[in-house]
């Protein structure tokens, strides 16, 4: 598992900086740079709801395919720690995994 710190406080997965769901999926297979990556498992957060049957968790499953990435292996994330970028994102195209780094 990978340790996550998420700073998109706009999804309704992110809570305290961790994610609340049990898995991730990176998109951006053609990626030769972060920004032409987006976290996929992005959800707006509603004004007014709150994630209250989830729990945050720093260390979660990342499906990655973004193949030219140098910690994918096998289409998942073994970077030791990944951060997922994209303060104030509407829609997933306005995240972009920070680590992300080309082979």
């Given at each position: 598992?990978?340790?996550?710190?998420?700073?998109?406080?706009?999804?309704?997965?992110?809570?305290d900086?961790y994610?609340?769901?049990?898995?991730?999926?990176i998109?951006g297979?053609?990626?030769?740079?972060?920004?032409s990556?987006?976290?996929?498992?992005?959800?707006?957060?509603?004004?007014?709801?709150?994630?209250?049957?989830?729990?945050p968790?720093?260390?979660l499953d990342?499906?990655?395919?973004?193949v030219?990435?140098m910690?994918?292996?096998?289409?998942m994330c073994?970077?030791?720690?990944?951060g997922?970028?994209?303060s104030?994102?509407?829609?997933?195209?306005?995240?972009?995994?920070?680590?992300?780094?080309?082979?």
């Amino acid at each position: 598992m990978t340790k996550l710190v998420c700073s998109v406080d706009t999804c309704a997965h992110n809570s305290d900086h961790y994610c609340c769901k049990g898995k991730i999926q990176i998109e951006g297979e053609r990626a030769e740079m972060a920004s032409s990556t987006c976290c996929a498992s992005f959800d707006e957060k509603k004004q007014g709801c709150k994630n209250s049957t989830e729990i945050p968790d720093e260390a979660l499953d990342v499906s990655c395919a973004a193949v030219k990435c140098m910690y994918n292996k096998n289409e998942m994330c073994h970077a030791g720690k990944i951060g997922i970028a994209g303060s104030g994102a509407r829609k997933m195209d306005q995240t972009e995994c920070a680590t992300f780094r080309m082979e």
